[in-house]
């Protein structure tokens, strides 16, 4: 019975767990009762608040509403009756300075004709006296037309306004014209040529020291008002006018300086070469004179020793160089100025493709006449062309911006054209004999015939020296190695084959050069009567060649071993084979004492016909040979000592021979010479000076 006890229990726990939640349960509910209540109670007070506000507050709020908005409405009238007060007399404010400006620039007939009123207002309101304040003043009037405008009312105020707004702005688009003129100047040709090095290239640390424009914030401050407030980008032409005939006009006094001082050098050097000497003066600059020497520039171009100087004739060729590259220097000016002065990025590419246009154009024309009236001097070509072949780009671009493309672009092809043809000239007229000669003094120019190969007179040194044609080829061939990627690429690439590789065109025209040179000198050497003297002339010129090709500074080398590695060699070898052809010349004193060794002690008769042959073959090839020359004297010496090698031992032994002749004192009234009597008359050899 034990578990049917046990359930009752349980079912008992339950039920009073259940009374406890029920008495728990009705509690919560008076509770809530309560709070119901006091809700609703709380709510119908504030209905009853809200009610009272609705009757007493809501009244005056909507009254101070009205009040504020009439309020708001008072101080916009004050405002704008106080902008109306404030724009209304700013048109006559700047009509009186308007006026002013008028009153200055009339007449004094106009003055006089003028009513006294109007003459006694006019006062100092001129934009250049105080260009801050005038502008203060526009800025203003500018406010009040938009103020204006914005009330139909004011229709007639604003017409007014906008044509004193007008007149204001066309005074000071005038007044930008006034301006850059008055703080622009011309850069001084001086000044221009000192920031050029040796190479006319531009030393841009000393061109920023060029200042052509003296208050750039000024104008710049007076451009960009103008532009921030709409007005046209014409007024832009007075800066681009009067710069660039600044610019023409620094170029052109270059040009007449260097002009005049070229006829004076001329003149110099024609009164010189009258005296059997030619120097070039050295004239200095001045303020007025520029001259060519100061300057130190590239086209005196002098080639290593033994291989000439030159003295450039192509002065008007030099003057197109220097003015282009004063042009260039100008630019770099001209773009820093007109960074500063033109703010406004847009408009700065129009005001530069205006500012620089006269001035390029005038440098295409001294281009052009200096190509055209060039004296034949390659030489004097190859700097101005190199010069301007670097820079083609920069001034392709000028040009084409400028409108004048199409004559830079036909100057430039002159130019290169010009340069082809005398390198062609080389091989149609002579090679040196025609427009390649560089290095010829003006009396020796004089003699040498200007025609080919045909003619029946040809120039031939008397003392075998080195012929001009030598020295002038060889200069050339410096000159071209000197500016080889230019020639490369704006000469020879004009008549190079579609396939031929580009590296070997300068190889390919030295290497023919110095064959067509060969035949020149074969031809010159078989002119001369004496074949001795023709062997000098060949030594003399094959050691020239060599000595060039042999240093190293020359860069020629380098250039023909790209075409004939062994191009060195082929001219030692000549020299040697000269030497040979030389040592022919005393075989008739060698002859005379072959034999003796043969010849006996005793046999004085023999002794004494050797001894008079001797002396006689001896001083007749020395006497013949007095006036030879051998230029380098280490040359000079290798060939004396071939001489003597050849000469000396034998004369010693029938020197020697005779003198041991017992009683010889017949012998004595023969030997002229002893052994060192006879080395010091063959040191005398090809002495010039004796």
């Known amino acids: 019975w034990a578990g049917p006890m046990s359930s009752v229990e349980a079912l008992n726990k339950k039920l009073q767990q259940d009374e406890d939640w029920l008495r728990q349960f009705e509690a919560n509910v008076t509770r809530s009762k309560q709070l119901k209540d006091g809700i609703e109670k709380i709510l119908n007070d504030f209905e009853n608040h809200i009610d009272q506000l609705e009757s ?3 009244p005056m709020h909507e009254k101070n509403g009205k009040l504020q908005i009439k309020q708001m409405n008072i101080q916009k009238l004050l405002k704008t009756i106080d902008a109306t007060i404030q724009f209304y007399g700013k ?16 007449t004094d007939t106009e003055i006089s004709m003028l009513p006294t009123d109007q003459y006694e207002c006019s006062s100092d309101g001129s934009p250049a006296l105080d260009l801050t304040a005038y502008l203060e003043q526009m800025e203003h009037l500018q406010q009040a037309v938009a103020f204006f405008h914005a009330h139909p009312n004011y229709g007639t105020q604003l017409d007014n306004m906008k044509l004193t707004l007008e007149s204001g702005c066309v005074l000071l688009e005038k007044e930008y014209r006034n301006v850059v003129h008055a703080n622009s100047h011309a850069a001084e040709a001086q000044a221009v040529i000192d920031c050029l090095d040796e190479q006319y290239e531009l030393m841009q640390s000393r061109a920023r020291e060029i200042h052509t424009l003296s208050n750039v914030d000024k104008v ?12 046209s980008s014409r007024f832009l032409s007075h800066y681009s006018s009067i710069r660039g005939d600044l610019m023409v006009r620094t170029l052109t006094t270059i040009f007449q300086s260097h002009s005049m001082q070229s006829i004076t050098d001329k003149i110099a050097g024609l009164s010189a070469a009258a005296n059997s000497s030619f120097t070039r003066p050295n004239a200095s600059f001045s303020a007025k ?8 520039k590239a086209t005196r171009f002098a080639p290593e020793q033994g291989m000439g100087v030159r003295e450039a004739e192509g002065a008007d060729t030099e003057c197109g160089l220097l003015v282009t590259a004063a042009f260039v220097a100008l630019v770099y000016v001209e773009e820093g100025n007109l ?28 281009l052009t006449k200096s190509v055209q009236e060039s004296e034949g001097s390659l030489a004097a070509l190859l700097p101005l062309l190199r010069f301007v072949a670097a820079r083609h780009v920069q001034l392709s671009t000028i040009a084409e911006n400028a409108h004048l493309e199409q004559p830079y672009q036909s100057c430039f092809r002159a130019l290169t054209l010009r340069c082809s043809s005398y390198i062609a000239d080389y091989f149609e007229r002579g090679a040196g004999e025609g427009k390649l000669i560089i290095d010829i003094d003006r009396q020796k120019r004089s003699s040498i015939e200007e025609t080919g190969f045909g003619t029946e007179v040809k120039f031939v040194p008397s003392d075998g020296n080195v012929h001009p044609v030598t020295a002038s080829t060889l200069n050339t061939l410096y000159l071209l190695s000197h500016y080889r990627q230019v020639v490369t690429n704006q000469v020879l690439s004009l008549n190079a084959q579609p396939n031929e590789p580009v590296a070997l065109l300068m190889p390919k025209l030295f290497a023919k050069m110095l064959s067509h040179l060969g035949h020149v000198l074969k031809a010159r050497a078989e002119t001369y009567d004496d074949p001795t003297l023709s062997a000098i002339f060949s030594l003399n010129n094959s050691n020239f060649i060599a000595k060039a090709l042999g240093d190293e500074s020359s860069g020629l080398l380098p250039v023909l071993r790209e075409q004939n590695a062994h191009i060195l060699q082929f001219y030692l070898d000549a020299i040697q084979k000269h030497i040979s052809e030389y040592m022919a010349s005393w075989y008739p004193v060698l002859q005379t004492i072959t034999a003796v060794d043969q010849l006996h002690p005793d046999d ?32 000079a010496d290798q060939v004396r000592v071939k001489v003597k090698a050849a000469v000396v031992p034998m004369y010693a032994k029938l020197y020697n021979k005779a003198n041991a002749i017992t009683g010889a004192a017949s012998l004595s009234s023969h030997l002229r010479y002893t052994e060192e009597s006879l080395d010091v008359n063959i040191d005398r050899l090809f002495d010039v000076a004796i």
């Open 56 to 58: 007493n507050v809501f």
């Open 91 to 106: 048109s006559g404010e700047l009509e009186s300075a308007i006026r002013t400006i008028y009153f200055w620039s009339i």
């Open 220 to 231: 710049a401050k007076l451009g960009e008002w103008l532009l921030k407030h709409g007005r």
């Open 289 to 296: 004179n520029i001259s060519t020497t100061s300057l130190k």
């Open 339 to 366: 960074d500063r002065a033109v703010p406004v990025f847009e408009k700065r590419a129009q005001v530069h493709r205006d500012l620089l246009k006269a001035p390029l154009n005038y440098v295409i024309k001294v």
């Open 604 to 635: 004085r008769m023999a002794m004494r016909n050797m001894i008079t042959a001797f002396t006689r073959e001896f001083e007749q090839t020395v006497s013949a040979q007095r006036g030879y020359c051998v230029t380098d004297p280490v040359l």
